[in-house]
């Protein structure tokens, strides 16, 4: 499994499990129209997914310990998981919020500072509905039960590859800022929307403080990654079968889906 060839291999620790970072969007009641597929999933499925995972002993970790895992791999529990939220759809405040505070699992919900309140406008142009967003007051509320944690996920939710180095700067440091004096403290984990990032807006993340920043790449965190460039899994990608006949088969499959022993990742990119 371990590449005795590799420099990088020697000095990454080999006890280190691959760590999936799970990718969720919204959390519905009710079916969105059949093109949203990949944009949620039912709140009575992920009630699924969560116990299954818990029944199947997985620890869900924030985003902190995933950096610093990365220096030391002991902190890991042996079954690590981190669960993330896109663009901070109102339906998490009711589906998501209390099943997860139940099960103790901390989460983290990437907010378009720009938007809160309001409605996710920019899945017009992509030809999906236009869904409500948390608010504020939800916002608090779920902080300070304290196993939410909210990063910028930029103010008007562009694609960054496409925008200049001034106008990417922008929307990474004022969401930053933004949330930053909502919670009184900065947030220092990134999301880049619709998975849109380049060498520069990468480097704009690093010259901002962010110590990690999440793609739509496909694959699990390995010791080795870039924290600024990390892969997850779509869940819309998993079997329902996993779920359905048990979750042992889930490590299987996050392996071959990802491709773990692929060095260059960006191949999968969608
Ligand atoms: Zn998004």
């Known amino acids: 499994m371990f590449r005795q060839d590799s420099p990088v291999a020697s000095v990454a620790p080999r006890c280190a499990n691959p760590i999936p970072i799970l990718?969720?969007?919204?959390?519905?009641?009710?079916?969105?129209?059949?093109?949203?597929?990949?944009?949620y999933v039912m709140a009575s499925e992920f009630a699924r997914h969560m116990n299954s995972l818990k029944r199947a002993g997985y620890q869900a970790i924030t985003l902190d310990d995933v950096v610093a895992s990365?220096?030391?791999?002991?902190?890991?529990?042996?079954?690590?998981?981190?669960?993330?939220?896109?663009?901070?759809?109102?339906?998490?405040?009711?589906?998501?919020?209390?099943?997860?505070?139940?099960?103790?699992?901390?989460?983290?919900?990437?907010?378009?500072?720009?938007?809160?309140?309001?409605?996710?406008?920019?899945?017009?142009?992509?030809?999906?509905?236009?869904?409500?967003?948390?608010k504020w007051r939800e916002i608090h509320r779920m902080h300070r039960d304290g196993?939410?944690?909210?990063?910028?996920?930029?103010?008007?939710?562009?694609?960054?590859?496409?925008?200049?180095?001034?106008?990417?700067?922008?929307?990474?440091?004022?969401?930053?800022?933004?949330?930053?004096?909502?919670?009184?403290?900065?947030?220092?984990?990134?999301?880049?929307?619709?998975?849109?990032?380049?060498?520069?807006?990468?480097d704009i993340a690093a010259e901002l403080g962010f110590?990690?920043?999440?793609?739509?790449?496909?694959?699990?965190?390995?010791?080795?990654?870039?924290?600024?460039?990390?892969p997850r899994i779509s869940m819309y990608h998993v079997p329902y079968l996993s779920f359905t006949y048990g979750i042992a088969p889930l490590n299987f499959w996050w392996r071959i889906q990802s491709r773990e022993d692929r060095r260059d990742r960006r191949s999968l990119r969608r």
């Open 23 to 39: 990718m969720y969007h919204g959390v519905e009641d009710t079916p969105l129209p059949a093109n949203h597929k990949h944009l």
């Open 70 to 134: 990365q220096k030391d791999a002991s902190i890991l529990p042996e079954k690590p998981i981190v669960l993330t939220f896109d663009d901070g759809y109102a339906n998490l405040y009711r589906n998501v919020h209390p099943i997860l505070g139940e099960l103790g699992y901390p989460y983290t919900v990437y907010l378009v500072s720009g938007k809160i309140g309001q409605t996710s406008d920019w899945d017009l142009a992509e030809g999906y509905v236009a869904r409500p967003l948390l």
């Open 147 to 202: 196993h939410a944690h909210f990063h910028p996920h930029s103010i008007t939710h562009p694609r960054m590859a496409q925008l200049s180095p001034q106008e990417a700067y922008r929307e990474m440091s004022e969401s930053r800022d933004v949330l930053a004096q909502e919670f009184g403290v900065a947030p220092n984990h990134f999301c880049y929307p619709f998975g849109s990032y380049s060498d520069v807006t990468r």
């Open 211 to 230: 110590v990690s920043a999440v793609t739509t790449e496909f694959g699990r965190v390995r010791p080795t990654d870039d924290p600024l460039r990390l």
